[in-house]
T-cell receptor, first 109, second 115 residues
Framework: DAKTTQPNSMESNEEEPVHLPCNHS???????IHWYRQLPSQGPEYVIH???SNVNNRMASLAIAEDRKSSTLILHRATLRDAAVYYC??????????FGTGTSLTVIP | NAGVTQTPKFQVLKTGQSMTLQCAQD?????MSWYRQDPGMGLRLIHY???????DQGEVPNGYNVSRSTTEDFPLRLLSAAPSQTSVYFC??????????????FGEGSRLTVL
């Protein structure tokens, strides 16, 4: 599976939007882009996924670049409960996920 | 709805001891897997299974054995524990094999310390 590159950490003020970037320049045509997050002392949880088009769900939005070499997870209004490590993962099978170190998001009250 | 259940949540072993981490899911998921997470690192895939009777190795399989005799259960065995196996272990499952949009459901983790 292709690798992804994310910033180690980011900060955001509470109730402001957060844009978490992910670079995946070696993405293949069959790779889906998945985002998971891991709250402290918990297992990862699914956030969102997409292939080519931008995606929205109740948790977040996923903006995918036209060339698919990068994507951005958007949290529209950060809350303290959104403080977590966010992982950007590529997979063409939906099963074997290879996690990097992710982006640790700090939300400032 | 229990989801993915891992036991025990905490375990301390001495070097050379053996033990089994249990993982059970009640969602009739085909795919099950084990990850380990070391401090400051992401999750690394140990073993996975695409159905009863079928298992395969992930990134870091050495020192671990698995079996899948039923759809529901996927135990992880440490035959001779080493301090390098001190980690937090996560079990995860997914409904269908090979669907690229399949969501992984994770357990709460099992924290293992090997002295």
């Amino acid at each position: 599976d292709a690798k992804t590159t994310q910033p180690n950490s980011m900060e955001s003020n509470e109730e402001e939007p957060v844009h978490l970037p992910c670079n995946h320049s070696t993405i293949s045509g069959t790779d889906y882009i998945h985002w998971y997050r891991q709250l402290p002392s918990q297992g990862p949880e699914y956030v969102i996924h997409g292939l080519t088009s931008n995606v929205n769900n109740r948790m977040a939005s996923l903006a995918i670049a036209e060339d698919r070499k990068s994507s951005t997870l958007i949290l529209h209004r950060a809350t303290l409960r959104d403080a977590a490590v966010y992982y950007c993962i590529l997979s063409d099978t939906g099963n074997q996920f290879y996690f990097g170190t992710g982006t640790s998001l700090t939300v400032i009250p | 709805n229990a989801g993915v259940t891992q036991t025990p949540k905490f375990q301390v072993l001495k070097t050379g001891q053996s033990m089994t981490l249990q993982c059970a899911q009640d969602m009739n998921h085909e795919y099950m897997s084990w990850y380990r997470q070391d401090p400051g690192m992401g999750l690394r895939l140990i073993h996975y299974s695409v159905g009863a009777g079928i298992t395969d190795q992930g990134e870091v399989p050495n020192g671990y054995n698995v079996s899948r005799s039923t759809t529901e259960d996927f135990p992880l065995r440490l035959l001779s524990a080493a301090p390098s196996q001190t980690s937090v272990y996560f079990c995860a499952s997914s409904y269908k094999v090979g669907i690229p949009t399949g969501e992984l459901f994770f357990g709460e983790g099992s924290r293992l310390t090997v002295l």
